[in-house]
Each structure stands twice: as structure tokens, then as C-alpha cells.
């Protein structure tokens, strides 16, 4: 190891040292870790314990974990995000007790990137926020003094309304605020779609099990056991085991009368049912026994 390299490890192993000696102030999510930085180097801080929510004060241990002391007060919580660059978002969406947003015309945020925001504890949707940035994450500092709160109220008595995005006219109206609307209608017809797609879903599977019971019925009364059966069409194929013996049938799903029977019923399919189906065969195979 050269002197200069041995002189490098042996700051960082000071400049470690000297930050377990001190407390930090950070911005905390559950089971989230906590970025620092020594000698320009990143490391992460498991945060203790992992529940914890909000912003605290933390003393580091020397085994990669923080643990929380306690909350941080206004004035430690301004002087941390003070350090960090600022950007006007507006408030969009709220899923599972977090905000996420877009930029509000900031020219270094992408227009139609969604952002998560952390730790927002005022405003409602379409509300102006400033957030800063520590290189991972956006962090909630406040409402925005240059947004309209009218404006934001405005956009949320059209979306109770059902006001289509391109039907939006109220002067002074920004482009950020458009596309933050259209956004959320966007969203919310997504997931009207999808919820009608898991009921329709939900529906297929109640109905295949409701038939699948109505034709367990129909062949153990008379003796058979489904093994599967396919829809086709407004038919059913169905696949059963009589006396041991492996048969198929397709019946009309409707009223399960016998469409193709499997065996030469003389052109009297239509005659029987699955349950007498079963009937005849297991006739058929005692008379063969005989």
C-alpha cells in the first residue's frame, strides 16, 4: 500500500469515527436506509427502528445502523433542506398514504414524468408544492407561494364534474396544470378499466365453478365423476368417468341436453341428458358384462 493511499483509508476511518460521534437529521420513511456521505464517499444507514416515519434526529452505531433519537425540530428540518436545490411540483395523486407529483413547468424535471414526494404533510391535489432534491429522493418543504390556490379548486370541482381535459377553459390555467389534470383523468379511467376487468374476471370464475357444480350434480346422480369439461361455443365438451372408464360428451350448456354422445345412441342424442347419458352407458356396460 502506497503512503498516500494508507494516508486516504486512515481520514476516512477518522472522518467514520467522528460522524458516530455526532447526531444527524434526516428525512425518514419506514423501512427506508439513509444516505451520507464521508470523504465524498456514499454509504447507507439502516434506520432503527425500521418503522419509523418522518423526520428525526439519528445517531449512527458502527454497525450500519441509525438509530432514531427523536423528531427533528422546524428549525434542523430548514437548515437540512436548505442545503439542497429547490423545485415546484403540483400534487397529483395519493396512493397508499404517499403524494406523488409533476413538475410545475420546472424546465429540469421532465413534463410528463410522475415524481414520488416524500413526507407531505399539507395540500391537496393540484396544489402547488416546493420539494428539494438530495439526489435520490424529493422532499416535501411546503406549498408553493407562487401557485393559485383557486386554480387548484377550480381543477378539482371539474374532475367531480367529469370535465374532459380538453374542455378545461379558465384564464390563466398553465400548461403544467393541464397536463396535471389530464393526468389524473387518465389515471382514473385506467382504473375503472381495470376494476371492470377483474369483475368480468371475477365473474368467469364464479360462473366456471357454478357450471362445474351444476355438472358434478348432473353425473354423480347418476353414478359418473367429472374429470374437466371446455366450453365451446354456447356447448360444453365434457370429459366424465363411468364405471372406471374414461367417456366424452358435448351438451348444450343451457339445459346440458346431449349434442354428441360419444356412442351411437341411434340419432336419439337429443333424447337424453347428461344424467341419463350416464345412465345408458353404465346399461350398456352391464349388458356387455352379461
Known amino acids: 500500500m502506497t503512503r498516500d493511499a494508507k494516508k486516504i483509508l486512515e481520514r476516512v476511518a477518522r472522518e467514520e469515527r467522528a460522524m458516530r460521534d455526532r447526531e444527524l437529521v434526516a428525512p425518514v420513511l419506514p423501512g427506508s436506509a439513509v444516505v451520507i456521505r464521508v470523504s465524498g464517499l456514499a454509504g447507507r444507514l439502516r434506520v432503527l427502528p425500521a418503522d419509523h416515519a418522518g423526520w428525526a434526529v439519528l445517531k449512527p452505531d458502527d454497525r450500519g445502523n441509525a438509530m432514531v433519537l427523536r423528531e427533528a425540530t422546524l428549525s434542523e428540518m430548514a437548515k437540512y433542506l436548505e442545503r439542497l436545490p429547490r ?122 365453478r357454478e357450471e362445474s357444480r351444476r355438472l358434478e350434480r348432473a353425473l354423480t346422480h347418476a353414478g359418473g365423476r367429472l374429470l374437466r369439461f371446455d366450453p365451446v361455443g354456447d356447448n360444453l365438451a365434457v370429459t366424465f368417468q363411468v364405471d372406471g372408464r374414461e367417456r366424452r360428451a358435448t351438451v348444450r350448456r343451457a339445459d346440458l341436453t346431449v349434442l354428441a354422445a360419444g356412442i351411437c345412441l341411434s340419432g336419439r342424442d337429443a333424447d337424453f341428458d347428461l344424467a341419463t347419458l350416464v345412465t345408458v352407458l353404465r346399461e350398456a356396460a352391464e349388458n356387455d358384462r352379461e
Do not use: C, K, N
Open 87 to 208: 423545485y415546484r411540483m403540483l400534487l397529483v395523486e395519493r396512493e397508499q398514504g404517499r403524494w406523488w407529483g409533476v413538475s410545475a413547468g420546472d424546465g429540469r424535471l421532465s413534463p410528463d414524468a410522475l415524481y414520488p414526494l416524500g413526507l407531505v404533510t399539507e395540500g391537496e391535489r393540484f396544489e402547488a408544492v416546493a420539494v428539494r432534491f438530495d439526489g435520490a429522493s424529493f422532499w416535501f418543504e411546503g406549498p408553493d407561494a407562487g401557485g393559485d390556490p383557486g386554480r387548484a379548486e377550480w381543477l378539482r370541482d371539474q374532475l367531480v364534474a367529469g370535465a374532459a381535459p380538453d374542455a378545461l377553459e379558465r384564464p390563466g390555467l398553465t400548461p403544467p396544470e393541464r397536463r396535471a389534470y389530464a393526468h389524473v383523468v387518465a389515471e382514473r379511467a385506467r382504473l375503472e378499466e381495470e376494476r371492470a376487468r377483474h369483475a368480468e374476471e371475477r365473474r368467469a370464475i364464479l360462473g366456471e
